[in-house]
């Protein structure tokens, strides 16, 4: 089976966060990033540095929380007309230890993320003033932490985990919390592939918002969730939004260095994106 998995996701771009932050190593990482981020959308982030602890608790109180009796978990429930709390996909919840695991989460997820972005707009090309907008963008923008439970199903054919579907993020990190392979993403030539969880790793895709910033040079890929036949799986999705006030469109430098036409509107601020 691993050796199947490992053949499915041949291909895959890695890329080494400690290689960007270093200064030596980084124009070569930067290239992959930009290659990976132009034919994939999505990458394996390894070498994270600092974050295990947050990460380790996280999961652990993600877990618990899906181990509870029903009963338990349904007095998180949504509310009606509420994205918050425990229902079809979506749970924040009132258990303490659980927020505050979620609270240091969100956090060290919004410091990654505005480096990754940061990097990001690096390997497009985008310097001075307006990398320094996005990165400070990304640092004070909404963020959304999703955690996904797909019990085990016997019944692969006719089971669904997630439908295929880009994020409309700026970009989005995936940490699993166990070894279970679930998420799938599309390929440019059609082929779903699946993507493997990585130890200590965090799986980025770029959302729409990222698409749109690079004028269509980077994708929002496609991608789904598969359930497997014997064991549940559990997934952390944190979506990274750009503070409401930052113009969404085409990046100017972009367009001023390649000559080309912007092929999105610019909306004057994310809030109307979403
Ligand atoms: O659970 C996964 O692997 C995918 C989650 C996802 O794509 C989402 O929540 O948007
Ligand atoms: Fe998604």
């Not at 303490?96 to 695991?101: E, N, S, T």
């Amino acid at each position: 089976m691993a050796s199947h998995h490992r053949e499915l996701s041949q291909g895959l771009p890695r890329i080494n966060m400690g290689k960007l932050m270093d200064t030596p190593s980084r124009s070569t990482e930067l290239c992959n990033l930009h290659s990976a981020c132009r034919q994939w959308g999505l990458f394996l982030l390894v070498n994270l540095g600092v974050l295990d602890e947050g990460m380790r608790m996280m999961k652990e109180n993600v877990q618990g929380f899906f181990d509870l009796p029903h009963h338990e978990k349904q007095k998180s429930a949504q509310k009606p007309g509420s994205l918050e709390g425990y229902g079809q996909a979506f749970v924040t919840s009132h258990d303490q230890k659980l927020q505050i695991a979620l609270e240091k989460y969100s956090e060290d997820m919004r410091k990654l993320a505005a480096e990754v972005v940061k990097y990001i707009g690096m390997a497009l090309g985008i310097h001075e003033g307006e990398l320094d907008l996005l990165t400070k963008s990304f640092g004070e923008g909404k963020y959304e932490v999703r955690m996904n439970c797909y019990p085990a199903c016997l019944e692969l054919e006719r089971a669904i985990g997630l439908l295929p579907h880009a994020d409309i993020s700026g970009i989005t990190l995936l940490t699993e919390c166990g070894n279970i392979p679930g998420l799938q993403v599309l390929r440019k030539d059609n082929c779903w592939v699946m993507v493997p969880p990585v130890p200590g790793g965090i799986v980025v895709n770029l959302g729409q918002i990222m698409e749109v910033y690079s004028n269509g040079t980077y994708r929002a890929p496609d991608h789904r969730a598969v359930v497997n036949k014997e064991k549940e799986r559990v997934s952390i999705a944190t979506f990274c939004y750009p503070s409401p006030s930052l113009p969404v469109g085409p990046s100017p430098q972009l367009l001023a260095a390649t000559g080309l036409p912007p092929i999105y509107q610019t909306l004057s601020n994310s809030g109307e994106f979403l």
